[in-house]
Each structure stands twice: as structure tokens, then as C-alpha cells.
């Protein structure tokens, strides 16, 4: 029968429950055991495809086409596994299921209430994921902090599950904040008692306490949570914060919680080996020669918002024997004349994607910059897009070229709304969404970094290249080299006399994964590595090749 791991957080948010989950998925996959992921997040939205970056950070997009948490690409990255939009849902998909089917009738007549008929629906989604993944363990993440008035029809529902497949079968690990009190020197562990009171208060008794702590976590301290707690103390784990994010599951491991979560959920497990995790940390953490990237965007201040992004930047990097550097540049900056001397110092440019008109001067700028300096280029979604625009405007010469999402006006929509997209109303779970095939050119520079003839990768965009246009832009020396199988969308562009010019209709951050770069970023890097190189006029030596780099993550 499944097993069920339930996470919830205490004390603050952001604590750090997304990655402990998907540490947890990876030190159980590492000894045999088959995982599955899922992220309740008990606020209202439907989905966080219409919510801002800033409240949210980065919408992740699963390959069948859900808008989920950013959390899901924790869980992707981690457990090396692609999950799908049962792996998500919120407060806002469980009350229209309720009450859709209470238009039609299903309930016979009753008194629609929180309990039963909410945390019905909430537990029927855990078990169906449960059932149809055909997982040992489904390890389930409660967003939101323990006490949040939101969360509590999520908090029952956990704790029914407990009587409803079994007390053997289900394991709550709570995670809360150790706060240090510079002052005295002292960590404190009354947040956490407290937290645990109201957990407890709400029928759920944890088994596993996870010790998040900016500081090292004396033994005095862990008895002490044990104590007041009712936990057994090898079941209090450190979560020892690190500037290594793949070195949490090697902390947690370390620390017993594989064994102890094998021993109290009777798991039928293999000897864990996580030696190729091992050997990935060990190379994020050997000194490396550093090339400094420029992502160009406009929620910089936020990093969450270009997440997979980052992480994509780092993979590519570490498979390469680099340091990336990020240089977050705000692109609201370039169109008023500040951030140039960011840009001057960056051996490559990265716009990610985004939408509104707010800041998109700003990136056609930068595109102009990285063509005309021959800097390595990599365009994302919208990155494509305002690449494509600049393009119209200083090559072929027409000055009001623009995306018809920045202004229906113009003469030259080089970017233009999809067809299927001109009818419909609704902003949220409407744009193209998910996976898509790409059939790439021979001898292009995408086919090179693929090496394979076709891709499938994942969308989320409304805008595309405008096929009026294909053919002038083409002739001017801008190459659409990734198209649908149909020939109807551009689905990559290349700028033909550039040494690394490349932009993709699609998001290929939401792929890579630590021991499995995605091509494009990879070689992306390479191209900014000899950039590096040029620009300085010193060697810089990749400490692993992309051969070796390719054999060590096919073996992870």
C-alpha cells in the first residue's frame, strides 16, 4: 500500500518545506524506493497563473500544462522525475470541484460544509496521486504556516488521512525556524514548542521535527525539542542552512532521517547509494574558474521570479567546471541609462521570460548590446521575442517593429497574438501551455547543442513570431532553426553571424536538472566561456569536459 509523508511548516514561511520534501523524495529514491510529489497550497487563486512574480515567485509549468508552485521544480530537480498537474492544487480547485459537483446534484440534497465535503475532496486528490502514480511514497507538502486560518481544512484533512489508509501507513514531519539571538548566543527553541502546541492542538502529533537554523544545532538543543516535543531525538534533524542547495539531502541523510523514515514506515528498501549526489556537491563546492552572467529582467529583485532560471545557470555551469556569477539587472534600469556598467562586465546575457510593456525597452536594448558586442545570447520566451523585435528595428531598418502586446498599433508586428488565442476572455490556464515538439535544422547551433533532430519542450506564452515576417527577417540574417512540426511556429531564432545568438519560444530552465543540464544552457556556457576567454585574453580551463560532464549525469 502507498505510504504518505505529509510536510508542514511552522514558526515562519519560506522555511524551507519545498526543499526538505524534495530532499526527502531524494535520499528515499536513492535506496530503491519509488516517490511522488505533491504541493497543497491553501490560497484562494486557482492557480498562480495570473498571480505576480512578487507574490509567488516563478510560475513552474509541468509538461502536461499545469501553471504550479515554484516548489514542483524543487521537486523536479531533486528527485529526477516530471510530474504533472495533479502534483498541485489549491483552496481555489477544491471549492470549485465542490461546488460544481454540487451544481449537478452529486451530494443528494446535503449541507455542502468544510467537513466533510472539503476535506473529502482534499484527501480524494492525495490517495488518486497516490493510486495512479503507483508510488511506494507520496510525499505531500502543506503551504502556508502551521495556525494560518487557510491552511486548516488541509491540516484536518492530513490528519484524517491517518485513520483513512492506516496509522502505519502515514509519517508528519514539521519543520520550523530556529531563531538565534546574537546577544546571548543562545538558539531558541520556544518558537518551535509553540508551533508544535498548535499542531498538536489540531489532532496531528509530528514524528519528525526538521531544525532549520542559520547556526550549527548543538545535541543539548535537539533533546531539548525532543523533550518538549514528544519527538524521538533522532528524529530532531538540523537543517543547517547552506549555500549549497543539493547539499540538503546529504545533510538530512547524514543526520538519519532515511534510515529512521525506512524504520517507521516499514519501507522495503535497498542499500541507499547517493554517491553520483555526492560527487555533484563535491564539484559545486571545488574552486572553479567564475564567468559572470547578466539576466536581464524585471522582477530582479525578486530572485524566486526567474528560479529555474537560476538553477538551469548553476547546472550548466558546474557539468562545464565553472562558477556562474549572476549579475541581476533590473531592465526598467537600461532604458533610463543606469545599469550600462553591470552589462559592460558580464561575459553573457540571459533575458528571461515576462509579460506587460513595463521594463521590455530595457531587454531590446540589452539584445542590441549582445548583438552588436558579439556577447553569447540567450533568449527566453519573451527573451525570444524582444530579440526578434530589435532585430526588425536595427538590421532591417523598420523603427516602430514591436509585439502587438506592447502595441497593437504598429505597422511591423513582428510578434503577434496566436490565432487561438484572439477569442478568449479568461487571462488564467488559457495560454499555450506545456509540452510541445520542435523540429530543429541540421548544422544550426540548436541541432549542435541537442544533437538529436527533434525536441519536446515546455510553453507558456500567448505571442509568437508573426509568419507575415518570417521570410524578410530570415533573408536579413535571423534564422528560425527550431519550428513545429506543422512549420506553421517559430519555436527558436538564431542570429547567423553571431558567435552565440539564440532565443527559444519555449522554457528550457524547466528541464534541467543538476546531474542532467539542458543542452541549450549548456551550451550557452560554453559559448560564454570562450567569450571569457577572448574578452580577458587568459585561458580559463573547464575542470570536467562536456564529454565527461554528459557520462557523469547519464550515470546520475
Known sequence: MTKYIFTTGGVVSSVGKGVMAAAIGRILKARGISVTLQKLDPYINVDPGT?????????????DGAETDLDLGHYERFVGIDLTRAS?????????????????????????????????????????????????????????????????????????????????????????????IGATGELKTKPTQHSVRELRGLGIQPHVIGARSDVPVPQDVIDKIALFTDVDPRAVVPMVTTPYLYEVPLLIEDAGLGDYLVEALSLDAKPVDLSNWRELVERMKAEKPKLRV??????????????SVREA??????????????????????????????????????????????????KVQAARWARESHVPYLGLCLGMQVM????????????????????????????????????????????RLGH???????????????QVSEVNERHRHRFEVNNAFRDQLEQAGLLFTGISPNGRLVEIAEVDDHPFMVGCQFHPEFQS????????????????????????GGR????????QASERASHA
Not at 314 to 343: C, F, M, P
Not at 540 to 547: F, K, Q, R, T
Open 51 to 63: 498571480m505576480s512574480p512578487y507574490q509567488h515567485g516563478e510560475v513552474f509549468v509541468t509538461a
Open 88 to 180: 498541485n492544487f489549491t483552496t481555489g480547485q477544491v471549492y470549485n470541484a465542490v461546488i460544481a459537483k454540487e451544481r449537478r446534484g452529486d451530494y443528494l440534497g446535503a449541507t455542502i460544509q468544510t467537513i466533510p465535503h472539503i476535506t473529502n475532496e482534499i484527501k480524494q486528490r492525495i490517495i488518486k496521486l497516490g493510486e495512479e502514480s503507483g508510488a511506494d511514497v507520496v510525499i505531500a507538502e502543506v503551504g502556508g504556516t502551521v495556525g494560518d486560518i487557510e491552511s486548516q481544512p488541509f491540516i484536518e484533512a492530513i490528519r484524517q488521512m491517518r485513520t483513512d489508509v492506516g496509522r502505519d501507513n502515514t509519517l508528519y514531519i514539521h519543520v520550523t525556524f530556529l531563531p538565534y
Open 294 to 307: 547578466g539576466l536581464v529582467g524585471k522582477y530582479t529583485a525578486l530572485h524566486d521570479a526567474y528560479l
Open 313 to 362: 545557470l548553476y547546472h550548466a555551469g558546474v557539468a562545464n567546471g565553472y562558477d556562474i556569477e549572476i549579475e541581476w539587472i533590473y531592465s526598467g534600469d537600461l532604458e533610463k541609462g543606469r545599469g550600462w556598467d553591470q552589462l559592460a562586465q558580464v561575459d553573457g546575457v540571459v533575458v528571461p521570460g515576462g509579460f506587460g510593456y513595463r521594463g521590455v525597452e530595457g
Open 388 to 431: 526578434c523585435i530589435e532585430y526588425a528595428r536595427h538590421v532591417l531598418g523598420w523603427e516602430d517593429a514591436n509585439s502587438t502586446e506592447f502595441d497593437n498599433t504598429t505597422g511591423h508586428p513582428v510578434i503577434d497574438l496566436m490565432p487561438d488565442q484572439r477569442t478568449l476572455s479568461d487571462l488564467g490556464g488559457t495560454m
Open 436 to 450: 510541445y515538439p520542435c523540429v530543429l535544422k541540421p548544422g544550426s547551433k540548436a541541432a549542435e547543442a541537442y
Open 513 to 536: 536538472r543538476p546531474t542532467r543540464p539542458h543542452p541549450l544552457f549548456n551550451a550557452f556556457i560554453r559559448a560564454v566561456a570562450a567569450y571569457h576567454e577572448m574578452r580577458t
Open 540 to 547: 580559463v580551463d573547464a575542470h570536467i569536459g562536456s564529454e
